[in-house]
Nanobody
Framework: QVQLVESGGGLVQAGGSLRLSCAAS????????MAWFRQAPGKEREFVAV????????VYADPVRGRFTISRDNAKNTIYLQMNSLKPEDTAVYYC???????????????WGQGTQVTVSS
């Protein structure tokens, strides 16, 4: 069955870095666009970044552009989110999603991981 498993979250001080991973299984990974979304307490899930299935294109949300980098390794069926210069407002549960279309809308993703908590202290 389709599985997406995030890892790499944790507690970090403002200005620090984290690298999230999302390991995929149960489907042909290279055929799907993959994205990161996040959800902070009391807020709706929001788009963070998406990468095209061939790895050639990526789109970022304005709050993270220039600080976060999404990448993928189709040989390892894994996507990554390198997060630098972290801010307290980046605190959230981060989810990876699988999408048939290259979109920033969460309705375009049909499978999600369980999420990994990122907490940035000030």
């Amino acid at each position: 069955q389709v599985q997406l498993v995030e890892s790499g979250g944790g507690l970090v001080q403002a200005g620090g870095s984290l690298r999230l991973s999302c390991a995929a299984s149960g489907f042909t990974f290279k055929l799907y666009n993959m994205a990161w979304f996040r959800q902070a307490p009391g807020k709706e899930r929001e788009f963070v970044a998406v990468i095209h299935r061939d790895g050639g294109s990526a789109v970022y949300a304005d709050p993270v552009r220039g600080r976060f980098t999404i990448s993928r390794d189709n040989a390892k069926n894994t996507i990554y989110l390198q997060m630098n210069s972290l801010k307290p407002e980046d605190t959230a549960v981060y989810y990876c999603g699988r999408g048939a279309t290259f979109t920033t809308r969460d309705s375009g993703y049909d499978r999600w991981g369980q999420g990994t908590q990122v907490t940035v202290s000030s």
